[in-house]
């Protein structure tokens, strides 16, 4: 079971690395918090993402939409600072 959440960890780093740079383009950034047990993905929103009144809708339609279309068994990913 390790092995297999190790595993899902390294994918969704993969996927926040090829979202980062969108993020990144607005002065944003994105860190990975964690992978709960119940596969949801916690992260913070750093920089202008941070404090930016659209934070919300870039996380769940940019950030949790590519990493659900491509890790369909992730179920949602939330910003600890938000």
Do not use: H, W
Not at 1 to 10: G, H
Not at 30 to 39: H, P, Q, S, V
Not at 45 to 56: E, M, Q, V
């Amino acid at each position: 079971m390790e092995n297999s959440k190790e595993d899902l960890t390294r994918k969704v780093l993969n996927v926040l690395d090829q979202v980062r740079p969108y993020l990144q383009q607005d002065g944003g950034d994105i860190a990975f918090i964690e992978l709960t047990e119940d596969n949801v993905v916690n992260v913070e929103l750093t920089g202008a993402c941070g404090s930016c009144p659209y934070s919300t809708m870039t996380l769940k339609n940019g950030v949790e939409a590519t990493l659900k279309k491509v890790l369909p068994e992730i179920k949602e990913v939330v910003a600890i600072n938000l």
